[in-house]
């Protein structure tokens, strides 16, 4: 008997009418008998859109398929999610997992809510942004094989992030199940090879027990730090076969795994070298998992009277803490002790590197410095990929996760230090304070420059959005790349009011995961706002047809330079270096001729834009207007043709 249900003949009619094909289906359908198996199924599974010859089949198929199942696999994998807490799937639909979409629509009841995307690179990049803010996973379900590969670079972003996606693909593992065609280039012996390098646990589950465990476990190695994504391939007839063993079925206990503390004697050590130290130092990069995070840092930094570079994987520390010092790179020449924390490339920030004639490099400490490293950075690790950056000396290496081994670090820090210490502490405090104010000063110099210019410069295009969202909750959730103004100029103080970067730095990550992050922030009433390049708004505009359809708020402004700039540069050097002209560069690197109209490509997906706002005058009021929208709960696109810096 056929597996396919059929529209019952009403309905069939109506549809062939709304296709506007009922004369076409009527002129092509050969007479046939009423159970005749219809002679190709494949061509139904190609056509997008229906064409005569699957209609055909449609009208042509038995209309007597009884609804022979009350439970479906799909179900109870939904019972799964929904006891792990997951809020939302984000999907691109398709049929290798369509028994577990219908069992979220019908058995869920839209439990973990569907957020629509128009590809899959969107649907995991909404994931990673959406993780980072609400400190948990969502789910994203795509097509096994196909909207896997689409997949992959998001993937990829979450996993140079450590961010932790739940990600499934449907697959038909048996052989004898597969429908002649698609489904046969969409099945694949083992489809997570492709993305088993850069995701941290996979498995392709056999019975619904082993689902059940897969998925709590995956959800369990997911959060678990260092994080990162997992994915789960799941067997259609698994999804959409009846639950045979109600009984036998459990959803397994999920407790989350308490993460490692660093050894006490070694946290002990780096105690006494950090309170001993002349000119200590603090580096971090994604230190802040949870709001304590940052808390814990601020008390270590302010206990020691120290300075903090953060490179701001995460909301680490307040940007406006005098003892912020991220901007004065030159404290790592000074520092006699460093304590770098959760670094993502250490070599990188404590180097300078230059590609500009020849590659070359040399250290940015001092001689003699020592540095404790504390993270769980290097506790998993794969070899293809090379994100782990170039090798490091270090002179006490803990590992431990670094918020958790914050509290006792800073107690350890606070028994050794002494009334003696206590003036020089102060001091040393003073003079980064009155540092960090005059680094806050000379931005604020730095911003003036070309102010009424056009193209608009970068700081005035900060500068306008500050100045008009600072009274709200605000949460900036996206910056193009090298803009810095306003971690430079803006009071970063809640843990939820950045949330790093891309990870991977694979382009098309700003827009979709400032959608995810907006997401988010949506339930708690916050305002979000984020920065995008023009190139990268490029990759992925879909995501704006996704924040009106599910009416997500979010302020984004295209940082719109008309060009792919920092390859533009590299391009630049590179004649440079080789003794060339640099007036063809722009051939390949450049995004005119003809322009793109942003805030029409907005509009085209039911999003409100404004834009090109070319002369500086006008950005306030075009933001004003934007922010309006945003206010009224949905999302706004303002085009800044802007520097390229
Ligand atoms: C997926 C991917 N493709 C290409 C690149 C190379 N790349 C790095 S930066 C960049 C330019 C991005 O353009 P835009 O977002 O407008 O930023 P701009 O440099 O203009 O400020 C490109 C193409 C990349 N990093 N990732
Ligand atoms: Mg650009």
Redesign the pocket.
């Known amino acids: 008997m056929s597996k396919r249900r059929h529209l019952p003949d009403s309905s069939r009619r109506n549809f062939l009418k709304g296709a506007g094909l009922v004369g076409a289906a009527a002129a092509v359908t050969p007479p046939v008998a009423a159970n005749a198996i219809p002679a190709a199924p494949q061509e139904k599974l190609k056509a997008a859109v229906p064409g005569a010859r699957q209609i055909a089949a449609e009208t042509m198929a038995p209309s007597n398929d009884p609804v022979n199942q009350t439970t479906s696999g799909g179900d109870f994998m939904v019972d799964v999610l929904n006891s792990l807490g997951v809020e939302y799937m984000a999907i691109n639909c398709a049929s290798s997992y369509r028994g577990l979409h219908e069992a979220v629509i019908n058995h869920g009841n839209n439990k973990p809510e569907i957020i629509t995307c128009v590809h899959e690179d969107i649907a995991v990049h909404v994931a990673q942004g959406y993780a980072k803010i609400e400190g948990k996973p969502m789910a994203m379900a795509c097509h096994g094989v196909v909207g896997l590969q689409h997949a992959t ?1 998001a993937m990829y972003n979450a996993w140079c992030d450590r961010v932790p996606v739940l990600v499934m693909g449907g697959n038909i593992m048996e052989a004898d199940k597969r429908a002649p065609g698609a489904e046969w280039v969409h099945a694949g012996v083992d489809i997570g090879q492709i993305v088993r390098e850069f995701t941290k646990w996979d498995d392709q589950p056999a019975s619904l027990q082993h689902f059940a465990e897969s998925a709590v476990r995956a959800y369990k190695i997911a959060t678990t730090p260092p994080m990162g994504p997992v994915f789960l391939a799941l067997d259609a007839e698994l999804q959409e076969n009846p639950i045979r063993d109600a009984e036998g079925l459990r959803i397994p206990k999920f407790a989350p795994v308490v993460p490692p503390q660093g050894d006490s004697g070694a946290i002990a050590a780096a105690a006494k070298m950090l309170v001993e130290a002349q000119n200590p130092l603090i580096l971090c990069d994604r230190v802040a998992r949870t709001p304590t995070g940052m808390a814990n840092l601020v008390e270590l930094a302010e206990t020691l009277q120290c300075g903090v570079i953060d490179n701001a994987g995460r909301m680490n520390f307040p940007s406006r803490h005098p003892l912020n010092q991220s901007f004065r790179r030159g404290l790592i020449g000074q520092a006699d002790v460093i304590l770098a924390i959760e670094m993502n490339d250490l070599w990188g920030t404590v180097s300078h590197f230059s590609d500009r004639i020849v590659r070359r490099s040399r250290p940015a400490t001092k001689p003699g410095a020592k540095i404790v490293t504390l993270g769980v950075r290097d506790l998993y690790l794969k070899s293809n990929y090379q994100d782990f950056g170039r090798w490091q000396d270090v002179d006490l290496d803990i590992a431990g996760d670094g918020e958790t081994s914050l509290a006792p670090l800073t107690e350890a820090v606070k028994r050794l230090i002494d009334e003696g210490r206590k003036a020089a502490y102060d001091a040393r405090g003073k003079k980064l304070a009155a540092a960090h104010l005059a680094m806050v000063e000379q931005s604020k110099t730095d911003a003036t420059i070309g102010w009424d210019a056009s193209p608009i410069t970068t700081a005035r295009m900060c500068a306008e959005v500050y100045n008009q969202i600072k009274d709200e909750d605000w949460s900036v959730v996206g910056t ?3 803009l810095s103004w306003p971690h430079r100029l803006w009071d970063f103080k809640r843990p939820y009011q950045w949330n790093g970067g891309s990870g991977g ?4 990550y700003n827009l979709p995961a400032s959608l995810g992050a907006a997401l988010a922030n949506k339930k708690h009433s916050r305002f979000t706002v984020a920065f995008g ?4 708004f490029m990759f992925n505009p879909g995501a704006l047809w996704t924040a009106a359809h599910h009416k997500i708020p979010m302020l984004y402004i295209v ?1 719109n ?1 008309r ?5 533009y540069m590299y391009l630049v050097a590179m004649a440079a270096r080789h003794g060339r002209g640099v007036d063809k560069m722009d051939i390949g690197t450049t995004i005119k001729d003809p322009n793109i109209d942003y805030a029409t490509v907005a509009r085209g997906m039911g999003v409100y834009g404004e834009g090109p706002i070319v002369d500086p005058k006008d950005l306030g009021p075009a933001l004003s207007r934007a922010i309006a929208v945003v206010k009224s709960g949905e999302t706004a696109v303002v085009d800044v043709v802007a520097d ?1 810096r």
């Open positions: 670079m193009s790349i090298r730095a694979g382009i098309g390049g023009d190139g990268d940082h330079n060009a792919y700039h920092q390859e390229p």
